[in-house]
C-alpha cells in the first residue's frame, strides 16, 4: 500500500524567504508523485508532477520539487516566498500499475506568507 | 478547453431532504472520483470510476450515499436523506491516466441544517 506523509500542518515564511515543504512516501513500485496546491474556497490545482525521466522537476508559479529515491522523499521548494503563495499544500503519490489513476494524498501543510 | 464543471456550487438543505450533486468531467478523461473536504477528516475519496464502471467504493460512508455515471460526461452523487455531518465540500475530479494527474472541479460547498 502507498502513503504520504507530510511532518506538520502548517509553515510560515516571510515575504521573499525560501519555501521547503516536505513530503515522504511509501511505494511498493517506482511511484508517480503529484504536487498540488489549494486556494482558499477553491479546488486543487495541480502544481507539478514527477513521474519518470529528470528527478527535478519544474512547476507553476516558481515551484519545483526533487524526487530522491533513497530518501523517499519529493519536498517542494521556491526561492522566493511571494504573498499570494498563502494556500494549502498537498503532496500525493499514484502507483503506475494498469489504468489506475488514484492518488493517494498527504493531509496538506498551510504555507502563511509574512510580509 | 473547459475543466471539471460541478453543480451546484453552493448548496444549502435541511435535514432529511436529497441532495444530488453533479459533475462533467473533462472531455476524453477515463477516470472519474469523488472526494469530500471537512476540517475535521481533510480530503477523503468517496468513490472512483474508470470507464464509466464504479471501481472503489470503500470510502462512501454509508448507505445514504450513493454515485452514478450513466455515461462519460456526467456523474451524480447523491445523498438520502442528507444529515448535518454531511456538511462539506464535495469534489469532482478527472483523469486521462495515471501519469496525468487528476484534474479537480471547484466543488459543491454543501450545508445541512
Known amino acids: 500500500a502507498q502513503s504520504v506523509t507530510q511532518l506538520g500542518s502548517h509553515v510560515s515564511v516571510s515575504e521573499g524567504a525560501l519555501v521547503l515543504l516536505r513530503c515522504n512516501y511509501s511505494?511498493?513500485?517506482?511511484?508517480?508523485l503529484f504536487w498540488y496546491v489549494q486556494y482558499p474556497n477553491q479546488g486543487l490545482q495541480l502544481l507539478l508532477k514527477y513521474t519518470t525521466g529528470a528527478t527535478l522537476v519544474k512547476g507553476i508559479n516558481g515551484f519545483e520539487a526533487e524526487f530522491k529515491k533513497s530518501e523517499t522523499s519529493f519536498h517542494l521548494t521556491k526561492p522566493s516566498a511571494h504573498m499570494s503563495d498563502a494556500a494549502e499544500y498537498f503532496c500525493?503519490?499514484?502507483?503506475?500499475?494498469?489504468?489506475?489513476?488514484?492518488?493517494?494524498f498527504g493531509k496538506g501543510i498551510t504555507l502563511s506568507v509574512r510580509p | 478547453d473547459a475543466g471539471v464543471i460541478q453543480s451546484p456550487r453552493h448548496e444549502v438543505t435541511e435535514m432529511g431532504q436529497e441532495v444530488t450533486l453533479r459533475c462533467k468531467p473533462i472531455?476524453?478523461?477515463?477516470?472519474l472520483f469523488w472526494y469530500r473536504q471537512t476540517m475535521m477528516r481533510g480530503l477523503e475519496l468517496l468513490i472512483y470510476f474508470n470507464n464509466n464502471v464504479p471501481i472503489d467504493d470503500s470510502g462512501m460512508p454509508e448507505d445514504r450515499f450513493s454515485a452514478k455515471m450513466p455515461n462519460a460526461s456526467f456523474s451524480t452523487l447523491k445523498i438520502q436523506p442528507s444529515e448535518p455531518r454531511d456538511s462539506a465540500v464535495y469534489f469532482c475530479?478527472?483523469?486521462?491516466?495515471?501519469?496525468?494527474?487528476?484534474?479537480f472541479g471547484p466543488g459543491t460547498r454543501l450545508t445541512v441544517t
Open positions: 500525493a503519490v499514484s502507483e503506475p500499475t494498469g489504468a489506475n489513476s488514484k492518488l493517494t
Open positions: 511505494s511498493s513500485v517506482p511511484p508517480y
Open positions: 475530479a478527472s483523469s486521462l491516466a495515471g501519469f496525468w494527474g487528476q484534474y
Open positions: 472531455s476524453g478523461h477515463n477516470s
